[in-house]
C-alpha cells in the first residue's frame, strides 16, 4: 500500500483522548480499519515519560500485528529510539528538513499546514505527508488555530507539491464525506474513534465514508 492510500483513515491519539483503556481503542480501531496510527501522549491526563514510551511499545506491537504503519507526534527522539515507522511535526517542532538529515531514509515525516505558505514550505523541506487543518472546530487540541474550513482546505490543495494530504479538525461521519470530494487522500481524527462508545464501529464507518470509488 503506497502512503497516498494510507493516509485514508489516520487515527490519532494518546491516552488523555480515550473513553476506555487506550489499548483496547487501539485494538477497536484496527479491527474497524484504520490505515495509520499516530501517538499522541499530549494533555492534561497524558503520562510520564517512561509510561508514554512504555504505552508506545505496547501500541506499537498491536500496530505491527495489523501491519499497520506507527507513528509518533513530535517526538523524534522517542520515534527513533522505538523504531518507529515515522513522526508527525507541527510549525513548533523541529523541522522537517532537520529531522530529514538525521533520519533513516524509508522514515515518514508528516508535516502540518494551514495555510499555503505552509504546505509549500513543508514539501520544500522534503516532508512525505501533509495534515491540513484545523478544518473545523476541535475539541482535541487545546492550541488549535481558527479553523480554515472546507474552502480553506480546498484552496490549499493546489499549492501542496503533489504530496499526499490528509485532512485534520472535527471531522466526523457527518462531514467525512463533504471533506473527501475537496480532493483530500483521507482524513486524520482523534475523537471520532477515541471518544466514540464503540470505536471499532466508528472506525469502519469512516473506512466506507473515505473509500475511493473507482470514477473519483
Ligand atoms: C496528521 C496530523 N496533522 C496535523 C497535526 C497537528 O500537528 P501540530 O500542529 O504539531 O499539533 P500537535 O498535534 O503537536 O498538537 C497532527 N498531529 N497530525
Ligand atoms: C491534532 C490536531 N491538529 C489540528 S486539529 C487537531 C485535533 C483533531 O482532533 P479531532 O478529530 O477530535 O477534532
Ligand atoms: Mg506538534
Given at each position: 500500500?503506497?502512503?497516498?492510500?494510507?493516509?485514508?483513515?489516520?487515527?490519532?491519539?494518546?491516552s488523555d483522548d480515550c473513553l476506555h483503556a487506550p489499548e483496547q481503542v487501539v485494538e477497536e480501531a484496527l479491527a474497524g480499519g484504520i490505515t495509520l496510527f499516530?501517538?499522541?501522549?499530549?494533555?492534561?491526563?497524558?503520562?510520564s515519560d517512561t509510561a508514554t514510551r512504555a504505552l508506545a511499545l505496547e501500541l506499537q506491537?498491536?500496530?505491527?500485528?495489523?501491519?499497520?504503519?506507527?507513528?509518533?507526534n513530535d517526538d523524534v527522539e522517542l520515534a527513533l529510539a522505538i523504531g518507529a515507522d515515522g513522526v508527525h511535526v507541527g510549525q513548533q517542532d523541529e523541522s522537517v528538513?532537520?529531522?530529514?538529515?538525521?533520519?533513516?531514509?524509508?522514515?515518514?515525516?508528516?508535516?502540518?499546514?494551514?495555510?499555503?505558505?505552509?504546505?509549500?514550505?513543508?514539501?520544500?523541506?522534503?516532508?512525505?505527508?501533509l495534515g491540513i487543518g484545523p478544518v473545523l472546530a476541535t475539541g482535541s487540541k487545546a492550541d488549535a488555530?481558527?479553523?480554515?474550513g472546507l474552502q480553506g482546505l480546498a484552496d490549499i490543495l493546489p499549492f501542496t507539491g503533489g504530496l499526499p494530504t490528509v485532512a485534520i479538525g472535527g471531522i466526523d461521519a457527518s462531514c467525512c464525506a463533504r471533506v473527501m470530494r475537496?480532493?483530500?487522500?483521507?482524513?486524520?481524527v482523534i475523537s471520532a474513534i477515541s471518544r466514540a462508545a464503540a470505536p471499532?464501529?466508528?472506525?469502519?464507518?469512516?473506512?466506507?465514508?473515505?473509500?475511493?470509488?473507482?470514477?473519483?
Open positions: 500500500m503506497t502512503l497516498r492510500q494510507r493516509l485514508q483513515l489516520y487515527f490519532i491519539m494518546g499516530q501517538f499522541r501522549e499530549k494533555g492534561a491526563r497524558a503520562h506491537q498491536r500496530c505491527r500485528r495489523h501491519d499497520v504503519p506507527f507513528v509518533v528538513a532537520a529531522i530529514r538529515a538525521r533520519c533513516p531514509r524509508n522514515f515518514i515525516i508528516g508535516a502540518s499546514a494551514i495555510s499555503r505558505e505552509e504546505a509549500e514550505r513543508a514539501s520544500r523541506e522534503g516532508a512525505d505527508y488555530e481558527r479553523p480554515i475537496t480532493g483530500v487522500d483521507g482524513v486524520a471499532r464501529q466508528a472506525a469502519a464507518g469512516l473506512k466506507s465514508l473515505t473509500a475511493r470509488q473507482p470514477a473519483d
